[in-house]
T-cell receptor, first 115, second 112 residues
Framework: QQQVKQSPQSLIVQKGGIPIINCAYENTAFDYFPWYQQFPGKGPALLIAIRPDVSEKKEGRFTISFNKSAKQFSLHIMDSQPGDSATYFCAASIESGGSNYKLTFGKGTLLTVNP | KAGVTQTPRYLIKTRGQQVTLSCSPISGHRSVSWYQQTPGQGLQFLFEYFSETQRNKGNFPGRFSGRQFSNSRSEMNVSTLELGDSALYLC???????????FGQGTRLTVV
């Protein structure tokens, strides 16, 4: 049972475009929703994260939109650049006391930004 | 501050063998999690250790095990390797009270 569904699988945009990656979750206990960026040969790096008490969060060119009632969240990349070409993963977890937690990942979106 | 260090970076093993992977967390981080990444299944949680105790475990067979040492370094072991164990194994560390998890570059395991 896939608890976090991510779409699309791949995405090609032109430089300056605004790619949008969508995720949907099932477990209403999830309360932390990070996005990770992964380049070939590297581990995932945290890009931006949101908690369900806000509907939108911006960090630089990256924006997360969150719809709690629909159990959906999405990543928008403004003014995309060729250097943004990477695989993007959404994830969800139940934030708990203590430090690390179990992340449930989407299957990933391979983004290509053409110059 | 050094990041999460995983060794070795690449490993080739034969079916039936066992393998041990190592993870050194960021200094001060006491929690270490392990994930398996494959093209078909994506990133899947293996287990999490905090203060030398396994706190969470994913849905993997008992051939997958791990441990954490008093200095927070962690190892994971896979026994009786199968072809399907070929994957990128990622380690992530974090510190108490901070949700963000930092990943290492991973160990690429190939089982032949």
């Amino acid at each position: 049972q896939q608890q976090v569904k991510q779409s699309p699988q791949s995405l090609i945009v032109q430089k300056g475009g605004i790619p949008i990656i969508n995720c949907a979750y099932e477990n209403t206990a999830f309360d932390y929703f990070p996005w990770y960026q992964q380049f070939p040969g590297k581990g995932p790096a945290l890009l931006i994260a949101i908690r369900p008490d806000v509907s939108e969060k911006k960090e630089g060119r990256f924006t997360i939109s969150f719809n709690k009632s629909a159990k959906q969240f999405s990543l928008h990349i403004m003014d995309s650049q060729p250097g943004d070409s990477a695989t993007y993963f959404c994830a969800a977890s139940i934030e708990s006391g203590g430090s690390n937690y179990k992340l449930t990942f989407g299957k990933g979106t391979l983004l290509t930004v053409n110059p | 501050k050094a990041g999460v260090t995983q060794t070795p970076r690449y490993l080739i093993k034969t079916r039936g063998q066992q393998v041990t992977l190592s993870c050194s967390p960021i200094s001060g981080h006491r929690s270490v999690s392990w994930y398996q990444q494959t093209p078909g299944q994506g990133l899947q949680f293996l287990f999490e250790y905090f203060s030398e105790t396994q706190r969470n475990k994913g849905n993997f067979p008992g051939r997958f095990s791990g441990r954490q040492f008093s200095n927070s370094r962690s190892e994971m072991n896979v026994s009786t390797l199968e072809l399907g164990d070929s994957a990128l194994y990622l380690c992530a560390s974090s510190t108490p009270g901070v949700t963000e998890a930092f990943f290492g570059q991973g160990t690429r395991l190939t089982v032949v």
